[in-house]
């Protein structure tokens, strides 16, 4: 299975600080996506990389792929207090017709003001 | 910005009720995805389909899940018989090209909190 497992688990900043959060994955990708999930509500698509991609950024986001360490990176530069969520890394396997995404537990991201 | 819509918010229903999850993905997607959370843990995988047809499914989804698209713009998510461990964020997400393109992004929708009581 495409175990994942992201770290930290929980993470709290201060505003402005900059924050980094990884996650990692056990088998082939075609690609891996990060998303965002403020409390009880949904998930927001943040960015996706694709397996020959190493480094991607979106405005405040920086996101790195090292496929042969199979881990990823997501950095948020100069965090607000509305980056507070849970962040989610998800992977799209490299074989066959398969078409789900696989999701890892997240991580709680608090920025303090 | 075009948004993948689910409704109800919020569903309570009695053990060995039947319910329906409703969503209205983006017009011009044709892929459509269920699937779930349970509180505090992994956003699981329920079920893809295409064309009219379930593509792929998780073991998650047994003979007491179905979907369904009745008409061009509806996907329900239907759980014949509710069980307490039924309980959980449902979300319905579709893809304007299927997920083997390496650029496909999926467009979640806000969720149905399903309470099985």
């Known amino acids: 299975s495409q175990q994942r497992e992201e770290d930290p688990q929980a993470l709290s900043i201060q505003e402005g600080e900059n924050a980094t959060m990884n996650c990692s994955y056990k088998t082939s990708i075609n690609n891996l996506q990060w998303y965002r999930q403020n409390s009880g509500r949904g998930l927001v698509h943040l960015i996706l990389?694709?397996?020959?991609?190493r480094e991607k950024h979106s405005g405040r986001l920086r996101v790195t792929l090292d496929t042969s360490k199979k881990s990823s990176s997501l950095l948020i530069t100069a965090s607000r207090a509305a980056d507070t969520a849970s962040y989610f890394c998800a992977t799209r396997p490299d074989t066959g017709a398969n078409s789900k995404l696989t999701f890892g537990k997240g991580i709680t991201l608090s920025v303090r003001p | 910005e075009p948004e993948v819509t689910q409704t109800p918010s919020h569903q309570v229903t009695q053990m060995g009720q039947e319910v329906i999850l409703r969503c209205v993905p983006i017009s011009n997607h044709l892929y459509f995805y269920w699937y779930r959370q349970i509180l505090g843990q992994k956003v699981e995988f329920l079920v893809s389909f295409y064309n009219n047809e379930i593509s792929e499914k998780s073991e998650i989804f047994d003979d007491q899940f179905s979907v369904e698209r009745p008409d061009g713009s509806n996907f329900t998510l239907k759980i014949r018989s509710t069980k307490l461990e039924d309980s959980a964020m449902y979300f319905c997400a579709s893809t304007r090209e299927r997920m083997l393109n390496g650029n496909t992004e999926a467009f979640f929708g806000q969720g149905t909190r399903l309470t099985v009581v």
């Open positions: 990389i694709r397996s020959n991609e």
